[in-house]
């Protein structure tokens, strides 16, 4: 039982949870074991956990039933305790987790973290790494993995310029001369006499000091962070080989006896003050290239949120109209929509019609006619008539604000070609700081004079060249590009692992029902039993089917009603059998459902067995009615094919992928539509588990599956499925099993997400490609492994100016995919 102290929130508000039912939220309705109304996904049985899909594992719970506060390292997100203590990994003080970092889901679970599940204050931003996304905080700073500055998980539209950005610009313009001044001293300082040797040493080393150590600072700072944290990355790099080139020509300026006559050079020890500024120059220039690239990565989801309006004109009781902020806008709020102006809110039209641009969230070009009754979306732009809409979603819980969690959510989100980069990177600074050392000694004893100058200019080449990030951005930036690409055209992706997957697809599995089916169907006609009444069938039927979601059980409803039929409130109702309903009325127990149904109920439907067939050969949905276990009539209603639907599996079979056609309606229905979309396999008649065994046994065929759903009782297979692809315009249930949603519910989408997919994968290939093969390249010719054949040396400047390349050229790649 849930009370009012428990820390688990509602996952749309982020409210705790109120102690008036076993599984009860500040959202109205929210009362079920299953939220899907409200929710993005569910209140397990046991309710410590928050569901999304499916249950994330103990080890990344979000939080305890009982416990104040969770602890984890910011380290290792996935160690979390109830109890303060030191991380088991890396011996690391645990941080509270409401105050510190938070963990996302394992990579066990299919789907990643819904970002308003997180642990934090409602309203509280959410920052996170672009690079290791498991580390998130909220509050500002530094990622203790690699250093980067965090940033917030879903950047605001009108935030200020990046802070980093803008310090990192000051520091490089402020000192810029300064470098410039030290270099042409150090080249040709010697050729103008303008000083002596001695003094020229002390002259560069005042000049060099603000560069380094303020210019730098950031870089060492990070750098020591990075040895404390235990996680070496760029900034190690960065910091030993300056600081070695810096200190070693301070101690040259300062105690120039100390040091052997072979590492005299025109009249005084060497110093490399030039090399030092130089490097803190150039990686202050290449971080502010990086950082403003980085920024347009995020363009997708600051253009979403660019579309939501900012007032809105409610209409009052009294029929006056005000105008207001778009916060202040409630459920059940009458607000009218002029020409040119944009829906506020999600809701239904209540009054006039007009044609509403979704495009800037489908991806549907051609408005769409509205007319009273119809479901209007918030942001879309209403372009001709005058309407007036009831709002039914408001604030976190439209679309929108769905789309854009769901973007944020996904760009943050690990793809498993990552994995191997990881790997690598988690060897690479340990191994290249042994390889300068290495160079550094070798030549020392083996190299030309001044060799252990060669040595030391050489080793610090190595480690400025050789940077961890162009392989940490590899994917991160692809994926976060691809997804607001996606988004834009009317393609959610729940993860990146989804991306990856989409494109593997050889096999998709399609409901009929609102995936095939426009999804809202019409009544046909009622045929009574012996004994029966047209009217009683159709007036019990719809009074039991009040409870279900189901489109055909609308059209029945629909059709009851417009009868002007008095429904009775069902006493009892059961649903999610995927074969019909069952329920009690009146006193009467009803079962409403297919043919599997009524067998399943002991019921004869032989009577009316010539009626049903015909009406299935002409692809209407046929329902059987018996009370009391005895048949009373039956219902058809037709689903129209959507416009789009033969096109969209022309093109997926064009592209070589298998269409299978499941659903829960009859088999000679099932066949009349498959054969006029020409899908050659079809099963009828299925239940929720039959979907889930008949996707276990394309995947035991060696077949990479997806499952194209909208229903309830398409969650199971979605959720199994390689691939799970939701119909926008269904259930929540199945958009929070899917790992791909269409927001259109248009099947078109499949090919443009899978066109995504390809493209993304290939980017991420280039990207990890280019990222190894620089350095694999980059690190010999810097060691000095030319120079017996070619007698080419790598200045550590040059090598700079490579480093923060690398990264720029990564991000810049990623960008491509816009």
Same mark, same amino acid.
């Given at each position: ?8 929130r509602d ?16 959202h ?5 074991h ?11 049985a046991?309710?410590?956990?928050y ?21 984890a ?11 303060? #203590?030191s991380?088991p990994k ?7 987790? *409401?105050a ?5 889901r394992?990579p066990?679970?299919?789907?990643? *973290? ?9 309203g509280?931003a959410l ?11 909220d509050h500002?700073?530094?990622c ?25 610009t000051?520091?490089f ?6 470098t ?5 001293l ?28 303020w ?8 750098g ?7 996680s070496p990355?760029?900034w190690?790099?960065?910091?030993l080989g ?5 200190l070693?020509s301070?101690?040259?300026? !300062? ?14 020890? #060497?110093?490399?003050y ?8 150039l990686t202050l220039?290449?971080?502010m290239?990086e950082?403003?690239?980085r ?6 989801i600051?253009?979403?949120l660019?579309?939501?309006?900012? *007032?809105?004109r ?6 006056t109209?005000e105008?207001?902020?778009i916060?202040?806008?409630?459920v059940?709020?009458?607000?009218r929509?002029?020409p040119g102006e ?5 809701g239904?039209? /209540? @009054?006039?019609?007009?044609?509403v ?9 051609i ?8 479901k209007?979306?918030?942001?879309t ?8 809409m009831?709002?039914?979603k ?5 679309m929108l604000?769905?789309?854009?969690q ?7 989100s690990?793809a498993?070609m990552?994995?191997?980069?990881d ?6 600074v ?7 050392? /290495?160079?550094?000694?070798a030549w ?5 004079? &001044? ?5 030391l ?9 050789a ?5 940490g951005?590899?994917?991160?930036m692809s ?10 055209? #009317? ?5 990146a692992a989804?991306? @990856? ?5 050889d096999?998709?599995? !399609?409901? +009929?029902?609102g ?7 019409a009544?046909?006609c ?7 009444a ?7 039927a ?6 279900? @979601?189901? &489109?055909?059980?609308d ?14 409130k069902?006493?009892t109702?059961e649903?999610?059998?995927?074969i ?27 009577p009316l067995?010539?009626d049903?067939?015909?009406l299935?050969g002409e692809g209407?949905s ?5 009370i009391d276990?005895?048949?009373a #009539?039956?219902?058809?209603v037709?689903?129209?094919? +959507?416009?789009? *639907?033969?096109?969209?599996? @022309? ?5 070589g992928?298998?269409?299978v056609m ?19 396999e079809v ?5 929720p ?13 060696g077949?990479v ?18 691939v799970g692809?939701a119909?926008?315009?269904g259930?929540?249930v ?11 519910g248009?099947?078109?989408?499949i ?14 290939k ?9 350095n ?7 060691a000095g492994?030319?120079?017996?054949? /070619?007698g080419w040396?790598l ?7 490579a480093?923060?390349?690398?990264? !720029?050229s ?9």
């Amino acid at each position: 039982m849930i009370n009012a102290n428990s820390k688990l929130r509602d996952p749309v508000c982020g409210m705790a949870v109120d102690a008036q039912g076993p599984y009860s939220s500040l959202h109205e309705g929210v009362t079920q074991h299953f939220c899907s109304a409200k929710c993005q996904g569910a209140f397990d049985a046991e309710p410590a956990r928050y569901l999304a899909g499916q249950a994330a594992p103990a080890s990344t719970a979000m939080a305890a039933t009982n416990a104040e506060v969770v602890y984890a390292c910011p380290m290792h997100p996935e160690v979390r305790q109830n109890t303060p #203590g030191s991380c088991p990994k890396c011996g690391m003080t645990l941080i509270a987790a *409401t105050a510190g970092v938070q963990a996302e889901r394992s990579p066990a679970a299919s789907t990643a *973290t819904p970002i308003a599940a997180l642990d934090v204050a409602p309203g509280a931003a959410l920052y996170t790494c672009p690079m290791h996304p498991e580390i998130r905080q909220d509050h500002p700073g530094n990622c203790p993995k690699c250093g980067m500055t965090l940033e917030p998980v879903i950047p605001e539209l009108d935030a200020e310029e990046n802070v980093e950005l803008k310090d990192f610009t000051r520091r490089f313009w402020w000192t810029l001369p300064l470098t410039v001044v030290v270099t042409v001293l150090a080249m040709f300082g010697h050729q103008l006499g303008l000083f002596q040797p001695g003094p020229q040493s002390w002259i560069e080393l005042s000049l060099s000091l603000p560069i380094v150590l303020w210019a730098g600072w950031p870089f060492f700072v990070r750098g020591a962070q990075s040895l404390i944290h235990r996680s070496p990355n760029m900034w190690t790099l960065i910091g030993l080989g300056t600081g070695a080139a810096f200190l070693y020509s301070v101690a040259a300026t !300062v105690a120039p006896q100390a040091f052997p006559t072979s590492f005299m050079s025109m009249g005084r020890i #060497g110093v490399y003050y030039e090399a030092a500024a130089v490097i803190i120059s150039l990686t202050l220039l290449g971080q502010m290239l990086e950082l403003k690239a980085r920024s347009q990565t995020s363009a997708a989801i600051k253009s979403l949120l660019g579309l939501a309006p900012k *007032t809105a004109r409610r209409i009052r009781a009294d029929g006056t109209e005000e105008d207001v902020p778009i916060s202040n806008v409630h459920v059940g709020d009458l607000l009218r929509i002029r020409p040119g102006e944009k829906v506020p809110v999600d809701g239904v039209v /209540t @009054e006039g019609s007009s044609a509403v641009d979704e495009s800037m969230l489908t991806g549907e070009p051609i408005p769409v006619s509205k007319r009273s009754g119809d479901k209007l979306i918030g942001a879309t732009l209403n372009t001709s008539g005058a309407l007036v809409m009831r709002s039914e979603k408001v604030g976190s819980q439209t679309m929108l604000a769905q789309i854009v969690q769901m973007v944020a959510a996904a760009q943050r989100s690990k793809a498993p070609m990552q994995r191997m980069a990881d790997v690598v990177a988690g060897y690479f600074v340990v191994s290249v700081i042994l390889i300068a050392l /290495t160079t550094f000694v070798a030549w020392g004893l083996f190299g030309p004079e &001044p060799s252990w100058v060669f040595g030391l200019i050489n080793a610090v080449a190595v480690l400025i060249i050789a940077c961890p990030c162009a392989l940490g951005l590899a994917t991160p930036m692809s994926i976060m590009v691809a997804t607001g690409k996606a988004a834009t055209s #009317g393609v959610l992706f729940r993860d990146a692992a989804a991306i @990856e997957k989409l494109r593997e697809v050889d096999t998709i599995i !399609v409901d +009929k029902t609102g995936t095939l089916t426009e999804g809202k169907p019409a009544f046909d006609c009622v045929i009574a039993a012996p004994g029966f009444a047209e009217q009683d069938v159709l007036r019990l039927a719809a009074s039991l089917d009040q409870g279900s @979601e189901h &489109p055909l059980a609308d059209a029945i409803v629909r059709a009851a009603r417009a009868r002007q039929l008095v429904l009775d409130k069902p006493a009892t109702f059961e649903s999610g059998s995927g074969i019909g309903v069952r329920g009690t009325v009146g006193g009467q127990a009803l079962a409403l459902g297919n043919t599997a149904l009524m067998e399943e109920a002991g019921v004869d439907v032989s009577p009316l067995r010539p009626d049903a067939e015909r009406l299935r050969g002409e692809g209407a949905s046929v329902m059987h009615l018996a009370i009391d276990g005895r048949l009373a #009539g039956l219902l058809a209603v037709s689903d129209p094919i +959507k416009a789009s *639907t033969a096109e969209a599996l @022309e093109t997926l079979r064009a592209a070589g992928i298998r269409v299978v056609m499941a659903t829960g309606d009859g088999i000679t229905t099932a066949k009349a539509v498959a054969k006029r979309l020409g899908i050659d396999e079809v099963y009828g008649e299925v239940k929720p588990a039959d979907k889930l065994v008949l996707v276990a046994r394309l995947q035991g065929e060696g077949r990479v599956v997806a499952m194209a759903g909208d229903g309830i009782n398409d969650a199971p297979a979605l959720a199994k499925a390689d691939v799970g692809i939701a119909m926008g315009t269904g259930t929540d249930v199945a958009m929070n099993s899917a790992q791909v949603t269409l927001i259109k519910g248009d099947l078109r989408g499949i090919a443009t997400a899978r066109l995504i997919s390809v493209a993304t994968v290939r980017n991420m290939k280039q990207n990890l490609m280019f990222a190894l093969v620089y350095n694999a390249l980059g690190i010999p010719v810097a060691a000095g492994v030319l120079y017996s054949l /070619t007698g080419w040396l790598l200045s550590p400047m040059i090598a700079a100016v490579a480093m923060s390349m690398s990264s !720029v050229s990564v991000i810049t790649n990623a960008l491509r995919l816009r």
